[in-house]
Antibody
Framework: QVQLQESGPGLVKPSETLSLTCTVSGGSVSIGNFYWTWIRQPPGKGLEWIGYIYNIGSTDYNPSLKSRVTISVDTSKKQFSLRLTSVTVADTAVYYCARGRSSGWQDYWGQGTLVTVSP | QSVLTQPPSVSGAPGQRVTISCAGS?????????VHWYQQLPGTAPKLLIY???NRPSGVPDRFSGSKSGTSASLAITALQAEDEADYYC????????????FGPGTKVTVL
């Protein structure tokens, strides 16, 4: 059974960089046709797709966030990571990592981690 | 503002059937891209409910079914149960300016 777990700071100051890591257990981040994905959900609002990494190094990002986002993978640690630079209060959200499939759906999700952007 | 449109809420009594619509356009659903559905219980992560328009992952009851036609899709829940009270999101791929993968705004299902 694949499991994903997000980790990282719960509080980030405006203009700083948000960094989160997703640890994958029960599976590999380097084998299989999977798309390791980040999705976020502002409090009380809907889901927003941030981007994914696949084939160990290829990435695609939401155009609205592309200039600030980097997703990377560390196969030795079975982890993939999210960096979001120059954050503002609008980036406050629950951040989920998930395993995606080639046709676009996410079949396994982490429990999510709340990141608050505040001075 | 999502490029996919869902009703904010639907409700039904236990045992009834409810449907949730997901309206798109020619740049997403109408372009032939698949629609997927997720259920989000309060305080939890979304759970995949339907993938590829009509397919249920293992473990999802057959009370949940998906369909797609033209530029829209629908999720039907039959024999509604109290445990079905949740938010439901549709997802598809969009070739416009809004991003590669988009979610609908979500629909709150209330069991009366």
């Amino acid at each position: 059974q694949v499991q994903l777990q997000e980790s990282g700071p719960g509080l980030v100051k405006p203009s700083e960089t948000l960094s989160l890591t997703c640890t994958v257990s029960g599976g590999s981040v380097s084998i299989g046709n999977f798309y390791w994905t980040w999705i976020r959900q502002p409090p009380g609002k809907g889901l927003e797709w941030i981007g994914y990494i696949y084939n160990i190094g290829s990435t695609d990002y939401n155009p609205s966030l592309k200039s600030r986002v980097t997703i990377s993978v560390d196969t030795s640690k079975k982890q993939f990571s999210l960096r979001l630079t120059s954050v503002t209060v609008a980036d406050t959200a629950v951040y989920y990592c998930a395993r995606g499939r080639s046709s676009g759906w996410q079949d396994y999700w982490g429990q999510g981690t709340l990141v608050t952007v505040s001075p | 503002q999502s490029v996919l449109t869902q009703p904010p809420s639907v409700s039904g009594a236990p045992g009834q059937r409810v449907t949730i619509s997901c309206a798109g356009s020619r740049s997403n659903i109408g372009a032939g891209h698949d629609v997927h559905w997720y259920q989000q219980l309060p305080g939890t992560a979304p759970k995949l409910l339907i993938y590829g328009n009509t397919n249920r992952p293992s473990g999802v009851p057959d009370r949940f079914s998906g369909s797609k036609s033209g530029t829209s899709a629908s999720l039907a829940i039959t024999a509604l149960q109290a445990e079905d009270e949740a938010d439901y999101y549709c997802q598809s791929y969009d070739t416009g300016l809004s991003g590669l993968y988009v979610f609908g705004p979500g629909t709150k299902v209330t069991v009366l």
